[in-house]
């Protein structure tokens, strides 16, 4: 059977060795630049779900940030330390004689 196929085979196709070689590497080539552009577009689509993510991060990450200035702002405020520092810690408003006033340059 095989020599039959054979016998078909040479008489259809009719390709030297050399042609056959030749025929190869085109496909190899071809296969290899096909490949090759499918995953450029792969890592392409893939690095922008990456940037969507880290987009969608860093609004998260900002909301926290302007949450977090917010607070500091009202653990510094002056209102806030004088109530602490007279409730809490039971400090009494400084008299005239106390106060002292420092010039800068």
Do not use: C
């Not at 095989?2 to 040479?10: G, I, N, Q, Y």
């Not at 969608?56 to 926290?64: G, N, Q």
């Not at 109530?83 to 010039?103: D, H, N, Y």
């Amino acid at each position: 059977m095989s020599s039959k196929w054979r016998r078909l085979a040479k008489s259809q196709f009719r390709l030297s060795a050399r042609e056959i070689r030749i025929a190869l590497g085109f496909f190899i080539l071809f296969g290899t630049g096909a490949m090759a552009f499918v995953w450029s577009n792969v890592k392409m689509i893939q690095q922008s779900y990456d940037y969507q993510a880290h987009a969608t991060e860093r609004k998260k990450l900002l909301k926290i940030n302007q949450r977090l200035k917010l607070e500091v702002e009202s653990l510094r405020s002056l209102s806030r330390v004088r109530s602490i520092a007279l409730g809490r810690l039971g400090m009494k408003e400084p008299t005239a004689p106390q106060l002292v006033t420092i010039f800068l340059k």
